[in-house]
Every structure is written in structure tokens, then in C-alpha cells.
């Protein structure tokens, strides 16, 4: 029984990496609006792929293979007395370009430096909105 529980702790400790995949990148296009509005991924100042109807932080990330990610995160819950109008709190937004990802199923998670020295980190949980194809060069 031991060896079943053993073997099953394996494959999951393995399985765990294979879903989630942690990559640097570049911000390559970002808007910050607390109203609804259209977001289409940019590439050398040319929209790319299809729009999207979001609130929030959006940002298009070019990825390590030439492709670009699309990410957007909406306001976050935040337990406050303030009442129901007061319980939310702004995205953490990156000032920085060059950042790292955590890519984990429709999740991306992103982390930038805040600290001189580099050892202080930020980081905020995005929703990936879509992968764009590596855009054609001209």
C-alpha cells in the first residue's frame, strides 16, 4: 500500500511542472482603464489577432518563441469597512517591461522587481485572454 502512495506522490511531483511553465518576457503593449473598453494585441504598432472587450489591466506579452500572449486582469475583491464599494483594490501593475510569468492553465502570474537590488518582488495573478501566432515580419 506504502509503494501505491509512493509511486502516485511521484507521477503527481512530476505531473505539477508539466502544467505550469515559468518564462521571461516583454510587455510589449498595456492599457489601464477602470471602464469597459476594446483591447487588440499590438505588434509594431499594428493591432494583431481579434479585440477584446475588457475592464482593468491588459497587456500583450511577447513571449520567449515570438508568439504574443494576452492578459488582463479586472479589479480584485478586498475585505474593507468601507462597504461593498470600498472592497475592491486596483491590479497590481508592472512600471517595468521585462518581467517573468507564471503560465498555469488560463492563469498568468506576474512577477517584476520593486527594489533596487532586484531581491524585492511584486507580483499579480492575470487572466490569459488569448495566444497569438508570432506575427509576420513585412
Known amino acids: 500500500?506504502?509503494?501505491k502512495i509512493a509511486v502516485a506522490g511521484l507521477i503527481l511531483a512530476?505531473?505539477?511542472p508539466a502544467f505550469a511553465q515559468k518564462l521571461d518576457v516583454k510587455?510589449?503593449?498595456r492599457q489601464d482603464k477602470e471602464d469597459g473598453y476594446e483591447y487588440a494585441a499590438v505588434y509594431n504598432n499594428v493591432a494583431v489577432g481579434k479585440s477584446f472587450k475588457v475592464h482593468g489591466?491588459?497587456?500583450t506579452l511577447l513571449l520567449p518563441d515570438g508568439r504574443l500572449a494576452i492578459v488582463n486582469c479586472e479589479s480584485k475583491f478586498a475585505e474593507h469597512a468601507a462597504g461593498p464599494v470600498g472592497n475592491r483594490r486596483s491590479c497590481r501593475t508592472p512600471l517595468v517591461e521585462n518581467i517573468q510569468v507564471d503560465f498555469n492553465g488560463d492563469k498568468?502570474?506576474?512577477i517584476w522587481p520593486v527594489s533596487l537590488d532586484g531581491k524585492k518582488m511584486q507580483s499579480e495573478t492575470y487572466k490569459i485572454l488569448g495566444i497569438v501566432d508570432k506575427p509576420k515580419s513585412n
Open 57 to 59: 489591466a491588459t497587456f
Open 14 to 16: 512530476c505531473a505539477i
Open 27 to 29: 510587455i510589449i503593449d
Open 1 to 3: 500500500m506504502r509503494w
Open 108 to 110: 498568468a502570474k506576474l
